[in-house]
């Protein structure tokens, strides 16, 4: 049988979250 597929390279860091109220930022993100 062929040999099994490599695997997906990682997915890139997340960038550097900036300076602020981590509130606002969480809110960003959900």
């Known amino acids: 049988p ?3 597929p490599p ?3 990682p ?3 997340p960038p ?3 300076a602020g ?3 606002q ?3 960003i993100f959900l």
């Open 2 to 4: 062929p040999p099994p």
């Open 7 to 9: 695997p997906p390279p």
């Open 11 to 13: 997915p890139p860091p």
């Open 16 to 18: 550097p979250r900036p």
């Open 21 to 23: 109220r981590p509130e």
């Open 25 to 27: 930022i969480t809110e």
